[in-house]
Each structure stands twice: as structure tokens, then as C-alpha cells.
């Protein structure tokens, strides 16, 4: 397999993150804070902010939608029958505990990945992107629900029982 070699910089989960601070601009310095760096040859990076990618693959075991964090899946410089461990250990998420394989699964409330080659594959939701840095950084939630409240069982509607 190819490897990605790049850099990350992530803020870990555990660290709060103030509300005040502005995303900066991907060309931009990164503001301060308790940034963790990696420069690593990456097999797999794996970033994902629910538990399931879908119903066979449990990325991120334990995660909750929701919570302002993503997790990074991350497989360093292996080879192919690491690699083949981490994909056959997705359907159930056995591939986070097996860290003697080299699997690591961080937490982070915001990161940045820096393509170091110029060559490359790099997809986002099985999509193809540009081998270019890609930022991810929380937003504040707003959403609105709108509808009408579901009528009890047995409630008479349009003179029909529901």
C-alpha cells in the first residue's frame, strides 16, 4: 500500500476548546493552544465524527453524535497485512484495540492534514479530493425542527382514528 505522507495537527478532545477562537483560513497559522503534531507516512487516516461509516464498518466504537469531537483512525506506515487487520477489524471495531498493529484511534476537537507529497490518493466520504490540506474545525450547533406535534394513538383526525 501507499502511504500518505503528511502532517497532522490536532487539538485533543481533552483539552477544552474556548468558543472564541476564529477558524483560521487554511493557509493561516494555526492559533494557540495544545496542538499535538504528527509528520507521519500514513496507511490509513480515518476521520470521522459518528461511531459507524456504515453498517459494516465501526469506525469509532463508543463515539456519539453530537458530541463536538471527531475521531482519527489512524494506521502508520504498515504494511499490507496491518492494513488487511485494520479493514477485517472494522466490521465489528476490533480494529481500535489492536494497537500492537499499530492502529491508533485519537479524539480531537478540531485538525488540520497537510499533504508532504505530491503524489497520492486522498478521499473524503469515498470521494476523490485534490491532494491538498484539508481542515476540520467546530462550528456552534443551530438547527431548528419544524412540524406539528404526533397525535396520540387513538385520536380522532380528519375522521379517521389514528
Known amino acids: 500500500p501507499r502511504a500518505l ?3 497532522l495537527v490536532y487539538w485533543p478532545a481533552s483539552a477544552s476548546m474556548p468558543s472564541a477562537i476564529e477558524r483560521p483560513d487554511i493557509d493561516d497559522p494555526l492559533p494557540e493552544g495544545p496542538w499535538v503534531t504528527l509528520e507521519e507516512d500514513f496507511t490509513v487516516f480515518w476521520g470521522i465524527n459518528t461511531a459507524w461509516a456504515s453498517y459494516d464498518a465501526h469506525v ?3 463515539h456519539s453524535m453530537g458530541g463536538g469531537t471527531w475521531k482519527l483512525a489512524l494506521l502508520k506506515n504498515k504494511g499490507r497485512v496491518p492494513l488487511a487487520d485494520f479493514l477485517l477489524g472494522l466490521e465489528d471495531g476490533k480494529h481500535a484495540t489492536r494497537a500492537p498493529r499499530g492502529v491508533e484511534v485519537v479524539e480531537c476537537r478540531a485538525f488540520r492534514l497537510t499533504p508532504r507529497c505530491t503524489e497520492g490518493l486522498l478521499s473524503l466520504d469515498g470521494e476523490e ?6 481542515q476540520v474545525w467546530p462550528n456552534a450547533h443551530s438547527a ?14 380528519d375522521g379517521s382514528m389514528v
Open 5 to 7: 505522507k503528511a502532517e
Open 60 to 62: 469509532a466504537p463508543g
Open 129 to 134: 479530493v485534490p491532494l491538498a490540506p484539508i
Open 144 to 157: 431548528a425542527v419544524l412540524g406539528s406535534p404526533w397525535p396520540s394513538p387513538g385520536t380522532i383526525r
